[in-house]
């Protein structure tokens, strides 16, 4: 497995704004932050050992300090190579609701059915868009199959039909589902980790503000943080144009921070606010369900994580998709690829805790 890249160099001070809307990030020295190039270099190794990453971004006061590629039979060690999100998509999936709602066309306490019916989604009639927000919407039959997994480099096997919804035959597929999910569980009543309800908020976006989710999430969210190698799969984006929330993101490490760095600042990007501080702040906060999840954010409120401050919140995707923010640092540290073995969030804080928190 090769590896590339380097310490990103530079004089710049600290506490530097973001990157504009078309601009490329901010980069300084790890030392101009607080941090030790020797200490990252060696965190970096060791992820690079923990199965098949791509890449690993750290920034910190607004400013790329230090990033790492590696190359395998799944991904190119590039900057711009774009790695598949996995359920780390639900953060940016939370986002397109925030920007929605920021916009005016949402209320959190909205009945989903204002702007689709159940009969269409499988929701339950009294579902509100917290609930699919937190995970606690009491689920729908009317599901997309899974995201597909990355490819090797070598298979050019076209790209299969858009995933389309399907409604199974009375019950969920999902394991240890409750009784009566996607039937007639209440919503509220339960925390239940299933990212096929949460899908159904693309449609409700497009309902909502009468533009496509796929050209909504392009428009309102990654073109105004600069994401410059984001996109769907080809079989996340459904006939009706609507995107996936649950996963089939295309996203770079440097991307993946661009999200991090947005809640970071409370919503803001430069001078334009894309999400209400309200909205950040209760995303990142405890639901009433699971004290370790937000708005489709995982957090670390009960010490899940030991290795990591208990304030942090972060994206989390299958095999190890990750977008990690500690506030009272100031930092945001992205890491992406197929991970196998995978690696998991405790693990990725065993790793980075020396490089990170030391300081």
């Known amino acids: 497995m090769a590896a590339s890249g380097a310490v990103l160099a530079g004089g710049c001070a600290a506490r530097m704004a973001p990157p504009s809307r078309s601009g490329a990030w901010p980069q300084t020295s790890p ?32 400013a790329l300090v230090f990033e790492r590629y590696w190359a395998n039979d799944y991904h190119r060690a590039e900057p711009d190579w774009r790695n598949v999100s996995f359920s780390s998509g639900k953060s940016w999936g939370a986002t397109m609701v925030g920007r929605a709602i920021n916009l005016g066309h949402l209320a ?28 606690s919407s009491g689920g729908s039959l009317v599901v997309k199959p899974s995201s597909h997994p990355p490819r090797k480099l070598n298979d050019q096997t076209p790209p299969g039909p858009p995933d389309e919804y399907v409604r199974t035959e009375g019950k969920s597929k999902e394991p240890r589902a409750p009784e009566g999910y996607g039937i007639d569980l209440e919503p509220g009543t339960m925390f239940f980790y299933d990212g096929a309800a949460a899908d159904h908020l693309a449609e409700i976006v497009t ?34 144009g609507d995107i996936r929330i649950g996963g089939s993101m295309l996203i770079s490490c440097r991307d993946m921070a661009r999200l991090g760095q947005l809640y970071l600042q409370g ?81 990725a804080w065993e790793i980075l805790a020396p490089a990170l928190l030391a300081s």
């Open 31 to 62: 030392a101009s932050v607080g941090l030790k190039k020797e200490a990252l270099e060696q965190a970096a190794h060791a992820m690079g050992q923990a199965g098949e990453r791509q890449g690993l971004v750290v920034v910190r006061d607004g």
């Open 207 to 240: 309902a909502a503000t009468g533009m496509r989710s796929f050209d909504f999430m392009r428009n309102e969210v990654l073109e105004p943080l600069g994401c410059r190698n984001t996109g769907y799969q080809p079989e996340g984006v459904d006939s009706n």
């Open 108 to 135: 959190l306490d909205d009945p989903a059915s204002r702007y689709v019916d159940p009969s269409i989604t499988g929701l339950h009639p009294a579902t509100r868009i917290h609930h699919l927000l937190t995970m």
């Open 267 to 347: 919503g803001r990007w430069g001078s334009t606010r894309l999400l209400d501080a309200a909205f950040v702040d209760a995303a990142t906060s405890p639901s009433p369900g699971n004290p370790d999840y937000g708005f489709l954010w995982w957090l670390n409120t009960t010490g899940e994580i030991p290795a990591a401050p208990r304030s942090m919140f972060y994206a989390a995707g299958a095999l190890g998709q990750y977008c990690f923010v500690v506030p009272e640092r100031r930092l945001v540290v992205a890491t992406m690829g197929f991970g196998r073995p995978p690696l998991t969030p405790q693990r």
